[in-house]
């Protein structure tokens, strides 16, 4: 049975679950373009008790025969997250229920819960789509040389995940993955992050992955980049771009740091100095 703890939307013929893989400790000091102060401020006006904490969704589209899994929480890699497979569980999927797994892009908190403590597939029937950018990135050596040791440490569970999964691995190729679900290039966080956008009987849905990771800050300030972003004036643009998007079409949007309200609309934020800023407008509970 469906727990109804979970957040849970409709969208034509998919069910779409918000299933939480629990927090990451972060810091404000990790972004770029504000003032600390000024984004604690923002942080505590929207009542956030822990402002520096970063909550991981994943998101379960069940319908049309298929069960499908769009990213996969930390695996609870640097004791963060972890959460997704009871959560799975107890909405009553088995990891070897899920068809399809879908890709944001492969940061950990992204891709850790796909291989378990041997680096072996944790969803052994699924097919991994990803976009072939971030495959390519991820794989590069020279890139990997480029940043800091700690990173490197990304890199490699990237290529772990690539190659457990090897025989799994789709790429994108602009067609619909499943009828009415299709990826959204949306790049900048990394090289090939992508989003899925549903379009099913009248709805539609965004999952837009990491477009922010603080939602309150980054909603009323999109010029604010966090220090994971790989190229952040391209970041910068894809978060202003989606943004402007999703608020003239009034598009339910979901995001893997949106909270655990999983789901949320972005609304235009008027500024006295008519700068550009939104406002991410949860369901009221
Ligand atoms: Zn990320
Ligand atoms: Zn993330």
Not at 17 to 31: F, I, K, P, R, V
Not at 62 to 68: A, D, F
Not at 113 to 136: K, M, R, T
């Amino acid at each position: 049975m469906n727990n109804p703890s979970f957040a849970s939307r409709q969208i034509g013929d998919f069910t779409v679950t918000a299933l939480s893989d629990g927090n990451m400790a972060a810091s404000l000091d990790l972004l770029s373009g504000i003032e600390a102060a000024d984004a604690a401020q923002i942080q505590r006006d929207a009542g956030l008790a822990e402002p520096g904490n970063i909550h991981i969704n994943c998101y379960l589209i069940r319908g049309q025969g298929r069960i499908i899994l769009v990213d996969s929480g930390t695996g609870g890699l640097n004791n963060s997250g972890g959460k997704l497979g009871e959560n799975l569980r107890s909405a009553g999927v088995a990891p070897e229920n899920i068809d399809t797994v879908l890709l944001t892009h492969a940061h950990p908190d992204h891709i850790g819960g796909l291989l378990d403590a041997q680096a072996q597939p944790v969803y052994p029937n699924a097919e991994i789509h990803i976009h072939p950018l971030e495959a390519e990135y991820w794989r590069d050596d020279s890139k990997m040389m480029q940043v800091a040791e700690h990173r490197q440490r990304n890199f490699l569970l990237a290529r772990r995940m690539l190659t457990a999964y090897a025989a799994k691995l789709k790429f994108f190729d602009g067609a619909e993955i499943v009828k009415g679900i299709r990826s959204v290039w949306l790049p900048g966080h990394t090289p090939g992050h992508s989003g899925y956008r549903i379009d099913s009987g009248e709805q539609s849905l965004l999952i837009w992955g990491d477009i922010v990771h603080f939602p309150h800050i980054q909603s009323a300030q999109p010029g604010v980049s966090i220090a994971f972003d790989c190229d952040p004036v391209q970041a910068e643009n894809t978060r202003k771009t989606i943004m402007a998007q999703a608020a003239r079409e009034n598009l339910l949007v979901a995001g893997m740091h949106f909270g655990e309200p999983g789901f949320a609309h972005i609304l235009p934020l008027t500024s006295p100095d008519n700068t550009v800023g939104y406002h991410v407008a949860y369901p009221k509970s």
